[in-house]
């Protein structure tokens, strides 16, 4: 049985100072890099309040390793990162189109940060 039914992807433009280490984090002019990674899901993923948890975890870790460096200790970068991790989220449920999915979302995105 497979799992590729369907599938969110959560695409962003992240900068260079995102994807690479302080050092290079610094350079003046960093580039723009697309990162992008696939949530597979199914109806099964859409039927149950915990499955839909589940789903929901899965493209928050999927934005968080698209976006990464939210813990930075550089303002800059780790605000960026909050703002790319919060609209791949965004995406990737609009891409979805269900409303529990939506509501759960609405429900942890002030928690989040």
Known sequence: ???????????????????????IASAAQPSAREARTNVYYDQRDLSTERAIRSLYLRIVSAAQEVCPGPGSKYEDVAAASKLCQRRAIARAISQIGNGRLAALDAQIEPYRG
């Not at 369907?6 to 995102?18: N, Q, R, S, V, Y």
Request: proline share 4%; hydrophobic share 65%; with cysteine.
């Open 1 to 23: 049985m497979t799992r590729c039914s369907a599938l969110a992807a959560l695409g962003i433009l992240a900068t260079a100072a995102l994807l690479a280490s302080p050092a």
